[in-house]
């Protein structure tokens, strides 16, 4: 794919290391993520992708080395780390929505209370972005009345309505029953597409094949390899990636 890189990058990990007590879950990892870039992080479980993923926007502190995002260091806590985490959409394998909220009050709560927009215009906004993932007609049920997919689906179009610069994705289809899962990725497919800067940690290779400008795959907590998709999935380098590929594409 073509270098969508312009200038310094959205997102850079510097020998980034992370302990929980003895288990060195992020091993010196560095990594830049370009604006407009898509960079898909697989590996086998426990090999450190979620951690890295909310390390980004410090719902996992790091134990040395640097993360910058848009050019400033994370902040650490108070007011510049909520600005941060309304910079950086999030959207994880649950859905987290408020169940007691419609599904409209769940995607204008974040700008009305954070972004202190006038509710008229945040109830625009999440009506325009819940036709944007395919749900408009659903606006005022409540979380419990939709299915998984579309539960998710609200999920990014509440991050989105915060006008993130990137979206984080830490498996968002993998507590979804499989005939939901396409309907999911077929909106992450699209903000792709629209240049959204995204990270997104996932078991799904054909996202990966397809969406994704770079590859990231990581094992034992360190960052193994980093190619394109048709570079990685065709000739992956290491042993570790050759080993997870004929595993997991054979079934």
């Not at 010196?28 to 909310?54: A, F, N, W």
């Not at 859905?95 to 419609?102: E, G, I, P, R």
């Not at 990685?232 to 290491?238: E, H």
């Amino acid at each position: 794919m073509d270098d969508v890189t312009t200038g310094e990058p959205l997102i850079v990990l510097d020998a980034v290391n992370k302990w929980f007590g003895p288990l060195h879950v992020l091993d010196d990892v560095s990594l830049s993520v370009g604006r407009g870039e898509v960079v898909v992080v697989i590996g086998p479980s426990g090999s450190g992708k979620s951690t890295l993923c909310r390390a980004i926007n410090r719902l996992e502190p790091i134990s040395s080395g640097t993360i910058t995002f848009d050019g400033q260091p994370l902040p650490a806590e108070g007011k510049p780390l909520a600005k941060l985490r309304s910079e950086v959409g999030m959207v994880f394998q649950s859905f987290n929505l408020f169940a007691h909220k419609t599904i409209l009050e769940n995607v204008t709560l974040g700008p009305i209370k954070v972004r202190k927009e006038k509710p008229a215009a945040a109830r625009e906004r999440g009506l325009a972005l819940l036709d944007r993932v395919g749900i408009a007609n659903q606006a005022d049920k409540f979380p419990a009345q939709l299915s998984g997919g579309q539960q998710q689906r609200v999920a990014i179009a509440r991050a989105l309505a915060m006008q993130p610069k990137a979206m984080l994705f830490d498996e968002p289809t993998s507590a979804l029953d499989p005939e939901m899962v396409g309907e999911v990725l077929d909106v992450m497919t699209s903000l792709a597409s629209d240049g959204m800067t995204m990270v997104v940690v996932t078991h799904e290779m054909g996202f990966a094949r397809h969406a994704a400008n770079r590859v990231i795959f990581m094992a034992d907590g360190r960052l193994v390899e980093d190619a394109s998709p048709a570079e990685f999935f065709d000739n992956p380098r290491s042993e570790r990636a050759k080993d997870f590929l004929s595993k997991i594409l054979t079934h």
